[in-house]
Nanobody, 129 residues
């Protein structure tokens, strides 16, 4: 059983920053967290859920959507079973529910929704203009 819990969302003005956190737990998953790629996705009202960022199991590789490249930074702390998304220079178009996700398979990094098998409940990010 896998549990992913996001936190850190909120309301911020354009140009501001937020840091999202994702806590991973589960009796078995906790022991293997460091072998799973992790990702962040977002879903705006009326739109499909889209990829934002991903990080490899060891943290050595990261990938970003073009829309957030240079503004967002994904990181992880395997000792704490945590994943983070630092969001700077936020824009109104970043407004969405942000979801943390764990890869479906160990030692595999993907950028598509179907490559992630575990999802959190999401945290709302609202950027005002």
């Amino acid at each position: 059983q896998v549990q992913l819990v996001e936190s850190g969302g909120g309301l911020v003005q354009a140009g501001g920053s937020l840091r999202l956190s994702c806590a991973a737990s589960g009796r078995t998953f906790s022991n293997y967290f460091r072998s799973y790629a992790m990702g962040w996705f977002r879903q705006a009202p009326g739109k499909e859920r889209e990829f934002v960022a991903a990080i490899s199991w060891g943290g050595g590789s990261t990938y970003y959507a073009d829309s957030v490249k240079g503004r967002f930074t994904i990181s992880r702390d395997n000792a704490k079973n945590m994943v983070y998304l630092q969001m700077d220079s936020l824009k109104p178009e970043d407004t969405a529910i942000y979801y943390c996700a764990a890869g479906r398979d160990r030692y595999k990094l993907g950028l598509r929704r179907d490559e992630y098998g575990y999802w959190g409940q999401g945290t709302q990010v609202t950027v005002s203009s």
